[in-house]
């Protein structure tokens, strides 16, 4: 019988194409067939396992891993293997999924960094490895060989970016069908170690000689399985040999939540201000490995896909459908890392410090503000050159307007959270700041944010406890409190609901009656993203709903609230709904759910009470609930990846 549950189909079928995989090949080598190769009669056709012409690669600064892959592309070609040179820099990374058979000649440059065509692949490859959505089994379908060239005078940077390609094409489930190979330019023999390489990859793939490469699924090219006795097979689960991984439980580091009492603590103008750093060297590491940029000792920032994609003008995330956002222009950074929850759906998996209240030591907010634009804008500067990144796109991502507080952490903690506001509004900074409603007196006191937000997990006492595992002891009387402190803020309020199927879908009148405390303007419902399980959450994909779940729970939650909340906006790709209360935004039956925001910044600067319908704006036609769209900005160009799963995803 074939299994219901998703993850039981997962393991089935990860299992069959290992299988089928090992048969196929002793089958081959049974025939004395490559497992690998192109048709060698020279006709241009592929072999069966590789459909696609193979792509060869060049990374290089000064041209000379340029004029090898040249060398080896017109070997190649003369041995009837037809490969398609290929500068990475006008290739999208996206597309190595469906390659079969890839090559890579490359250089490491300044500090162990790839050469500027190849940045963009590299870190591909990199956050795709490190990315617990992605998995393991991403290029499958995919076989390569690296070769590096590099100066041993460059200690531990030697060949850095040919040895990082390998281990992360490895950990997405490519097969390596030679050993990695690399070339010192200080030795001189760089030339004579490239053409004996070339020579044994041009017979591993013509069949004449056995590679000895074992690959991903125990199965080595050319050569008998290590566990071919017993019909098993080995895996390297985090994609680096040798090394453990990086993900850690921060709340082991640091000890949990610390108690009032604990660690030398200073007053700096009545503020808090411990002696102790947020993030040890330990939490910098694994931070770093994820992709974050750390400011100071408590503050981070991270460039979000989404910026990227509408940098490539490919659509910008649902914050631009529902308020105007422009995705690629929008900073995330947070002020603290530290939080007072460790939510079973956490995106980052808790590796990121915990407390109940500020410990630590205190950054200066202008020094925050100042580093988080700085490193922000290092990183947009990476995207130049990548394709469908405009001179026009670009300059404008190098002046953020916008700036949500809601990367990881729980930003409101900062003691000087007012401060740094303050800094990004004379700035012309819009700010989305989120808070996880455990801290209902920090809210009383916050000044006006464009949008804030309160994280609302669950509607009950049990559930919420189940889903957030908060710190404190009255956690739900500080959830309530903070929804009624919510209620008296004059600017745009949102509750924010991550629906976890399985935990709670269910109580929708529990939902419908937290309206009536905070009064929020609108009502974010958004399914849960998966990230990998752990052993701090056993979340699976069965969790996450589909967008047709999202939709059915909010037409369901707009209908108990009587005509107080309607739908009014969505954002299919991101699997998100909007509520919004008709009253105020729905003029003459079209939507104002979208931000003005230079009259934002005009209200702030004035001094003056202002509250949500002084800088309310139209909602275009495509971002309006129902639209054909679905949320999809029409000026932006779509990009559809390969999917297996239900259309109404």
């Known amino acids: 019988m074939y299994p219901s549950s998703l993850s039981a189909r997962i393991t089935l079928l990860a299992l069959l194409s290992a299988s089928t995989f090992y048969f196929l090949y002793k089958s081959r080598r049974r025939k004395n067939l490559p497992l690998v190769s192109f048709n060698p009669n020279g006709d241009g056709s592929l072999d069966a396992l590789s459909r696609r012409r193979g792509k060869l690669f ?48 490359a250089s490491t440059w300044e500090d162990g960094k790839p050469p500027e065509n190849g940045g963009f692949l590299a870190n591909w490859l990199g956050e795709s490895a490190a990315d617990f959505r992605v998995g393991s089994l991403l290029l499958s379908r995919c076989k390569f060989a690296v070769f590096g060239i590099g100066s041993g005078a460059y200690g531990s940077h030697f060949n850095a970016v040919a040895k990082d390609l390998s281990v992360k094409m490895r950990a997405l489930g490519a097969g390596e069908i030679l050993p990695l190979s690399l070339g010192d330019v200080d030795k001189g023999d760089v030339d004579g170690v490239f053409d004996i390489w070339s020579e044994k990859l041009i017979a591993v793939l013509k069949g004449v000689e056995d590679s000895g490469v074992i690959l991903e699924n125990g199965v080595g090219i050319g050569g008998e399985s290590e566990n071919e006795s017993d019909g ?119 590796t990121n410090p915990v407390g109940k209240s500020w410990q630590w030591k205190m950054d200066d907010p202008l020094q925050i503000v100042d580093t988080a634009i700085e490193l922000h804008t290092k990183m947009i500067k990476q995207m130049k050159g990548v394709p469908g990144v405009t001179q026009e796109r670009l300059s404008e991502g190098l002046s953020p307007r916008h700036c949500a507080l809601s990367l990881v952490g729980e930003p ?26 455990q801290f209902p007196e920090k809210i009383k006191m916050l000044k006006p944010v464009t949008q804030l937000y309160v994280s609302v997990d669950a509607s009950t006492k049990e559930s919420l406890k189940a889903i957030d595992r908060p710190l ?66 056993k979340l699976t994909m069965e969790n996450v709903p589909w967008h047709s779940d999202v939709k059915v729970f909010s037409e369901a939650l707009a209908l108990r609230s009587k005509g107080e909340y309607e739908v009014a906006c969505e954002h299919v790709h991101s699997c998100c709904v909007l509520l919004a209360k008709t009253d105020k935004f729905k003029v003459r039956g079209q939507w104002f759910t979208w931000i003005d925001y230079e009259k934002f910044q005009e209200l702030v600067a004035s001094g003056n009470p202002f509250d949500s319908g002084d800088y309310m704006a139209a909602t275009p036609s495509w971002a309006v609930y129902g639209a054909d769209e679905g949320g999809f900005d029409p000026d932006q160009l779509r990009y559809r990846k390969e999917r297996h799963h239900k259309t109404n995803r």
């Open 232 to 350: 098993g097979f080995e895996s390297d689960e985090d994609g680096e040999s040798g090394g453990e991984t990086v993900v850690v439980d921060l709340e082991d580091i640091a000890g949990k939540g610390p108690s009032r009492n604990s660690g030398a603590v200073a007053q700096i103008n009545g503020k808090a201000n411990g002696t102790r750093e947020m993030v040890t060297s330990v939490i910098r590491t694994s931070l770093e490995k994820q992709g974050y940029k750390i400011i100071g000792s408590h503050s981070g920032v991270k460039i979000c896909r989404w910026t990227k994609s509408q940098l490539r003008g490919r659509g910008g995330c649902y914050k631009h459908s529902f308020y105007g956002i422009e995705s690629h222009r929008c900073m995330e950074a947070t002020p603290s890392l530290a939080c007072a929850n460790k939510c079973v759906f956490c995106w980052r998996h808790h």
């Open 412 to 437: 409101i903690m900062y003691p000087e959270i007012n401060a740094l506001v303050d800094e990004l509004h004379r700035r012309h900074i819009s700010t989305f700041l989120v808070t996880n409603a």
């Open 58 to 105: 060049f990374i290089s600064q000064a041209g000379t891993s340029r004029a090898l892959a040249g060398r080896l592309f017109s070997r190649l070609a003369s041995n009837g293997l037809p490969f398609d040179l290929v500068d990475p820099q006008s290739y999208e990374p996206e597309d190595l999924s469906k390659e079969s058979l890839v090559l890579m000649v």
């Open 472 to 537: 404190f002891g009255d956690f739900w009387e500080r959830f309530i409190d903070s929804l009624r402190e919510l209620k008296d803020k004059q600017q745009r309020t949102v509750y924010r609901l991550t629906l976890v199927k399985g935990w709670n879908t269910e109580d929708i009148d529990a939902y419908s009656n937290l309206f009536s405390i905070g009064k929020p303007d609108f009502v974010e419902i958004k399914g849960v993203t998966y990230c990998g399980s752990s052993a701090t959450s």
